[in-house]
């Protein structure tokens, strides 16, 4: 055996074994955080993403790892890279390695095994260290409660099993596996990540999830692209984004939506219906929407009575093909509306309440990059001058669908003004005035919002 192949037989990177668990798994044991005062005084949190060597502004805070996998896979990877920065702030967590419930069963054991084992790394070099609890459905608690100390302070987050956007929660799920770690763990505290549902018992900290946010930060970092490219399956794109594509979505545990898909805003009421009804929608500004229900009760068709003040490529009236997987729906690109009555009952018709323009505000940057991810066309007001802008339109009748800003108006102003895009980041950068549009985006008027 080469002195090479030696070292790697031997490397702890491949054996993981110097912190030997009990029972049969071996799941290595964190030990039990050591309170001191003021600890759990006015505690905020921060993401692994946003930590940094030279932060001094956020130190008496924990960090964690409620996020998407592959903005921390590299703490598995190396875990000694980070030591130095995570030393700094009040305590770590360990990391939230995702439990999905599609997930093959070995993978989600990988998952409780990589939390714990970097847990226990971290704990044997000094750092002050709290275990993230996290579980899958009833097949998993046999293992997912493993490696943590009875009377531990422990960590869960409510956050991606609460209400969101468009998804009811998840509470059934999480309330079952929640009060299954109470019985086995018995644990002395409870930081709760977002706000903890009435029926959650213990000793529990609530930590508050938006003062914990980016928004109440003086910067913002990006993830390491070779984190992402982790991730990537065959050919498939490795663009920055901020939500999985849809092949790796699911529900249960981990960072990502997995509730069943509802209406959030008096317009999103129109998507779902009995088969063969029109639902039918005034936009703010007054333009009519029709949207037509399928045999599933799921809309799958809607016409605009409006170009969205883009005549250039907008036909009025225009429709579209609305598209549902697993993530929720999308529209397909525009197309010439031509006999559009034709096999409608127009005797099954339901009017839909409108949007308030509150109703219409983009809550954070994210909101406007899903919209616009899922084809939505958008019409807003800055500064007292029309833009609108588009998520899923083709330049030509021949050309892929991409994204398109512009200044609304004539066919002149479009053209004179337009941006075409391939991702909502670039859509954001576009100049509304003198301000750029991500440094606005949530405070504009927003007179119409297909999605």
């Given amino acids: 055996m080469t002195e090479e192949n030696y070292n790697y037989r031997t490397s702890q990177k491949l054996l ?3 912190f030997p668990g009990k029972g049969k798994l071996k799941i290595p044991i964190i030990p039990k955080f050591q309170e001191s005062p003021g600890d759990f005084d006015d505690l905020l949190l921060i993401g692994f993403d946003k930590t940094h060597l030279e932060d001094q502004n956020h130190l008496d805070r924990m960090v964690h790892f409620f996020l998407y996998d592959y903005r921390f896979e590299r703490v598995w990877k190396n875990p000694d890279n980070d030591i130095e920065k995570l030393s700094r702030y009040r305590a770590v967590l360990s990391p939230d390695f995702s439990m999905y419930l599609e997930m093959a069963p070995v993978m989600q054991l990988y998952n409780v095994f990589r939390n714990r084992w970097c847990g226990a790394y971290w ?15 009833e097949s998993t608690f046999d293992f997912c409660f493993e490696g943590i100390e009875k009377g531990s302070v422990v960590a869960v987050s409510t956050y991606m099993a609460s209400e969101h956007d ?3 929660d998840q509470k059934e799920w999480f ?3 929640y009060n299954e770690m109470l019985r086995r763990i018995e644990p002395e505290k409870i930081i709760c990540y977002n706000t903890p549902f009435p029926e959650m018992q213990g000793n529990i900290i609530h930590v508050d999830y938006e003062r914990s946010s980016w928004r109440y930060m003086n910067y ?3 993830f390491h692209r070779e984190d992402l490219d982790a991730f990537k399956i065959g050919g498939t794109s490795s663009n920055n984004r901020d939500t999985i594509e849809p092949y790796l979505i699911g529900k249960g545990g981990g960072s990502v939506y997995g509730g069943e898909i509802k209406p959030s805003k008096p317009e999103d009421e129109r998507f779902w219906g009995e088969p063969g009804e029109t639902k039918y929608t005034y936009t703010a500004k007054g333009e009519l929407i029709e949207t037509l229900i399928g045999p599933d009760g799921k809309a799958y068709l809607e016409i605009h009575h409006t170009n969205h003040g883009f005549p250039k490529y907008h036909e009025v009236p225009h429709q579209h093909s609305i598209i549902w997987d697993q993530s929720g729906f999308h529209f397909g690109k525009e197309q010439t509306t031509k006999c559009f009555l034709y096999g409608r009952d127009t005797n099954m018709a339901t009017w839909v309440g409108t949007n308030s323009l509150e109703d219409n505000r983009f809550k954070t940057i994210s909101d406007f990059k899903q919209c616009m991810r899922r084809g939505g066309e958008v019409q807003f007001e800055w500064n007292g ?3 609108c802008c588009f998520g899923c ?3 030509a009748a021949d050309a892929a669908p991409k994204m398109v800003i ?4 004539s066919v002149e102003v479009n053209t004179r003004t337009e941006k075409w895009c391939d991702t909502a980041d670039e859509i954001l950068e576009y100049m509304v005035g003198g301000d750029r549009l991500r440094d606005v985006i949530t405070q504009v008027k927003v007179w119409e919002r297909t999605i």
């Fill in 123 to 137: 704990a044997s070099k000094g750092l002050r260290v709290i275990p993230t609890v996290n579980w899958g459905d």
């Fill in 175 to 177: 309330m079952a596996g």
């Fill in 166 to 168: 468009n998804r009811c």
């Fill in 385 to 387: 001058m029309l833009y």
């Fill in 406 to 409: 512009c200044q609304a108006g």
């Fill in 220 to 222: 913002e970092r990006s």
């Fill in 16 to 18: 993981r074994n110097q």
């Fill in 393 to 395: 339109i083709s330049p």
